[in-house]
């Protein structure tokens, strides 16, 4: 899976001037973005201060809050002017999502406190495709950006979105700025970037319906696997997810996580839920590890993470995880992560972890 969002960041902004560069003769500061308070000319700053911000959280690694500076513009910036900088700061985006490291994360609020390369370049892509359709609703023109882009945007950081055929009508019904049919309206919305866990030697990363689908067609899933990996039971837990998420079903704190080892950043395995909580409170979790991996207590590691995340919300009562009988390192790994057996099938053991 090729490294994703600094193309994309490109073209969206390139969609963003092709379709104002017609209009930069208008008075800007004299007509509202449709279906907002800002004026167009004070929208297409916002997304010049959107990507720039994005940009240096990312390059910055910002831990605990946004970077704390303001852009300008000169006095006398004519739209041309503006629309340069919304370009200038697009370019900067892109080059820090194309240069920041595999397991780069930087502060974002929203839902996480955190987000990856491919985060930030969703969320400026959302940023530019949205404000440009609000600028141009407000000028009377029309505006609709190549389809992949808001492909790309749902599949990273809108996992609980049921995609549709019309991708930009999806995302623009999940953005609370148009109807689906069969679907009730949009009044409140947030995007959601990945989930991370972090315990002593792995970071558990959440993957997206984006990685999901390519783990799913033979591919990486954007990381960097050591040795064998990944092994058939992530790819089949990644085939779960993505269908999941065709369906409309999918919760992404109770997906897929692969694990990442800090020392070296390469993926050792994947462990997540086989879905939410039932009307009990239990949840089903799996895993595997690549074959060079085993043996160093990876796997009981993440699990306990994975465990205590879990207990600390209310809708969690208790884990169980069903094992082959003949898979004796793995009925090491739960028992170790303080899991006892509960029943005994033909083929397999059923243990439970209880709150």
């Not at 969002?5 to 008075?27: I, K, W, Y």
């Not at 623009?172 to 069969?182: F, I, Q, V």
Request: aromatic share 10%.
């Amino acid at each position: 899976m090729r490294a994703l969002g600094g193309d994309q960041v490109e073209e969206a902004v390139a969609s963003c001037l092709a379709a104002l560069r017609p209009a930069v003769d208008r008075d800007w500061t004299a007509v509202r973005a449709a279906g907002m308070d800002w004026t167009v000319h004070e929208t297409a700053f916002h997304i010049a201060e959107c990507l720039v911000g994005y940009g240096a959280n990312l390059a910055g690694r910002a831990r605990d809050g946004y970077v704390p500076f303001e852009i300008t513009l000169d006095e006398g910036t004519d739209n041309t002017g503006l629309l340069h900088l919304v370009e200038s700061m697009g370019a900067l985006l892109a080059a820090a999502v194309r240069t920041a490291p595999r397991g780069a994360r930087a502060f974002h609020p929203y839902p996480f406190r955190s987000a990856n390369r491919e985060g930030f370049a969703a969320m400026g892509v959302a940023e530019v495709l949205l404000h440009t359709y609000d600028i141009a609703g407000g000028l009377g023109t029309a505006y609709e950006p190549p389809s992949a882009l808001a492909e790309f945007v749902l599949a990273t950081i809108f996992p609980h979105v049921r995609p549709d055929a019309d991708a930009w009508r999806t995302l623009l019904w999940a953005t609370g700025r148009g109807d689906l049919p069969g679907r009730a309206p949009v009044t409140e919305w947030r995007w959601h970037n990945n989930l991370v866990h972090a315990t002593d030697r792995l970071t558990l990363e959440g993957i997206t319906p984006a990685s999901a689908r390519d783990l799913v067609l033979g591919g990486d899933g954007g990381f960097d696997w050591l040795a064998d990996g990944p092994f058939a039971g992530t790819r089949e837990a990644a085939g779960f997810l993505l269908k999941a998420y065709e369906e409309g079903v999918h919760r992404p704190e109770f997906g897929v996580f692969v694990l990442v080892r800090r020392e070296d950043g390469r993926a050792i395995g994947g462990m997540g839920f086989h879905g939410v909580p039932d009307e009990e409170g239990r949840a089903e979790v799996g895993y595997d590890l690549v074959e060079a991996a085993r043996g160093h207590g990876y796997a009981t590691e993440a699990l306990r993470a994975l465990a205590d995340w879990a207990f600390a919300r209310d809708d969690v009562r208790a884990l169980f995880a069903t094992v082959d009988r003949d898979n004796i390192p793995s009925q090491a790994v739960v028992t170790r992560a303080g899991f006892r057996k509960v029943s005994e099938e033909e083929e397999t053991f059923a243990y439970e972890l209880g709150r």
